[in-house]
C-alpha cells in the first residue's frame, strides 16, 4: 500500500499547482475596445446591453439583467417577486450562504428543507412540511451544476401558490429535460464570480421570463429609477461596468467549450473513482434527464469505513500537493449568522413585527445535508485545469483513502 505524504510517503506531486482562467486574445480585445471607448458604465455603453441580451438567449430566457455579482442577482430576484418583511422562502441548507442571505437581505426569512444524496440539492419531499400561511417562495439551487428536480418543485409551487427562484450560480448552461436553468422557474440568478464557469472577475445575471418581474429588477438594480432622476422603488446600485459585461461578452461565446472542459475532468474523476463508489466515497449519480455542468465535483466519504476525520483527508491531499476544497464545510444555519439570529439588529428580520412565525434552525434539522457538510470533499474542475491534473488529483483521494480504511 502507498504510503501518503503527510505519513512520510512520496507525495503526489513534487511542487502545488494553482488554477485560475486564461483569457483569449477575443476576450482581450472586448475589454480593450470597452476601456479605450472612455463609456465604461451602463447609460453609456453597449457590452452590457448585449451581454444581457445575448445570455438572455443563451439560457432561453425573454429577459436578462446583468448585476455587479451573484448575491446581488439573488436578492433582485427576491425582491423582484414582492418578497419582504413577514415572508418565508423554503431553500436547501447545503449551499453557498449567499442562498440564504439574499432572502434575508430582503427581510424575509429562510426556512430550510434537507437535501437528497443523489444529487445534494433540495429534496422536494422536505419541502410541503415547511410550507406555512407565510411562505411565499421556494429557492432552488442548482448546486455544482447539477439541475434540482424542478419538475417536483413546479408542481409543490402550483398546488401551493408559490414562486420558483432559481439560484443558478454554480449551473449556466446546466439543463433539465432539455431546458436550460434559469428560466424553468419565475425568476434566476447567475454569478460570474472568478471560480464560476464563466467569469466576469464579479458578475451576475437575473434571468426571468415574466415582464414585470423584468420590470421591477431593472429598476431595483438601478437606484430605483424609473426614469432620469425618478425614483419609484427602493433600489440599489448593482449595475454591472462595461468592462465586466465585454468580458462576459467573450466568455459567453466559449461558455459551452468552458463547460466540455469541466465535463472532462469530471470524467476523470468518475473514471478513476469509481472503484471506491458505494464503499469509501459516494459519487454524484447524473440523472439520464439532466445535463450537469460540474462547476466543482462532489465526493461524500463514508466516514464509517474510514480511520480519520473528513478534516484529516483535506490536510492529506494538501501534503499530496493537489488541490482539493470543502464546499461546505457547515450547513447554512450552523454559521453564527443564523444561530445568533442578528441581522439588520434589534431582532429584525427574524422578530420584525410582521413576522409572526418562528423558525428553527436548530441542529439536526435537516440530517442528510448536516452529514453532507461533515463528510464532503470538493474536487475542483476549474479553469486552467487538464485531465493530468484531474488524474492526479484523484490518484492523490485514492491512496489517502485506501491507506486510512478500516
Ligand atoms: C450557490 C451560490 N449562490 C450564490 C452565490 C453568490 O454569488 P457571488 O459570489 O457572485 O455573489 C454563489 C457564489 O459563490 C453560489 O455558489
Known amino acids: 500500500m502507498e504510503i501518503p505524504a503527510i505519513e512520510g510517503g512520496k507525495p503526489v506531486r513534487e511542487k502545488f499547482k494553482e488554477y485560475y482562467p486564461t483569457f483569449t ?63 418565508e422562502v423554503i431553500t436547501t441548507p447545503f449551499s453557498f450562504v449567499a442562498t440564504a442571505t439574499a432572502i434575508l437581505h430582503h427581510n424575509a426569512i429562510p426556512v430550510f428543507g434537507d437535501i437528497e444524496l443523489e444529487s445534494l440539492n433540495l429534496d422536494p419531499e422536505t419541502i410541503v412540511d415547511k410550507i406555512t400561511s407565510r411562505t411565499k417562495a421556494i429557492l432552488v439551487v442548482h448546486l455544482a451544476g447539477y439541475p434540482a428536480e424542478m419538475d417536483e418543485i413546479l408542481k409543490i409551487a402550483r398546488e401551493h401558490g408559490l414562486y420558483v427562484i432559481e439560484d443558478c450560480a454554480q449551473a449556466i448552461g446546466s439543463e433539465y429535460r432539455g431546458r436550460k436553468v434559469g428560466g424553468i422557474g419565475d425568476v434566476g440568478a447567475f454569478s460570474f464570480y472568478q471560480t464560476k464557469n464563466m467569469t466576469t472577475g464579479e458578475g451576475g445575471m437575473v434571468t426571468t421570463n415574466r415582464d414585470d418581474v423584468y420590470a421591477y429588477a431593472r429598476m431595483f438594480v438601478d437606484q430605483g429609477q424609473e426614469a ?32 466540455e472542459n469541466r465535463a472532462r475532468i469530471a470524467k476523470v474523476y468518475l473514471d478513476e473513482l469509481q472503484g471506491l463508489d458505494g464503499d469509501l466515497v459516494l459519487l454524484p449519480k447524473v440523472r439520464p434527464y439532466v445535463k450537469h455542468t460540474w462547476h466543482i465535483f462532489q465526493v461524500l466519504l463514508n466516514l464509517e469505513k474510514l480511520r480519520v476525520d473528513r478534516d484529516r483527508v483535506l490536510e492529506a491531499l494538501r501534503a499530496e500537493n493537489v488541490l482539493a476544497l470543502v464546499a461546505y464545510p457547515r450547513v447554512i444555519y450552523e454559521n453564527p449568522l443564523f444561530q445568533r439570529m442578528i441581522g439588520y439588529g434589534k431582532g429584525c428580520p427574524w422578530k420584525c413585527p410582521f413576522y409572526g412565525g418562528s423558525v428553527s434552525y436548530r441542529k439536526g434539522l435537516a440530517p442528510k445535508a448536516e452529514m453532507a457538510a461533515r463528510s464532503v470533499i470538493t474536487l475542483p474542475t476549474l479553469a486552467g485545469m487538464d ?7 484523484a490518484k492523490a483521494l485514492k491512496k489517502v483513502l485506501l491507506y486510512y480504511k478500516r
Open 228 to 259: 432620469k432622476y425618478y425614483h419609484s422603488i427602493l433600489g440599489w446600485n448593482y449595475r454591472m461596468t462595461e468592462l465586466q459585461g465585454a468580458l462576459g461578452l467573450g466568455q459567453l461565446e466559449r461558455v459551452d467549450q468552458l463547460n
Open 387 to 393: 485531465e493530468e491534473d484531474a488524474i492526479d488529483t
Open 25 to 87: 486574445e477575443r476576450e482581450k480585445s472586448l475589454v480593450l475596445d470597452a476601456l479605450s471607448s472612455g463609456r465604461l458604465v451602463y447609460s453609456s455603453g453597449s457590452y452590457v446591453k448585449r451581454f444581457e441580451e445575448e445570455f438572455a438567449r443563451y439560457v432561453g430566457v425573454r429577459h436578462a439583467v446583468a448585476t455587479i455579482n451573484g448575491t446581488a442577482a439573488l436578492h433582485t430576484a427576491v425582491a423582484s417577486l414582492g418578497i419582504g418583511p413577514g415572508d
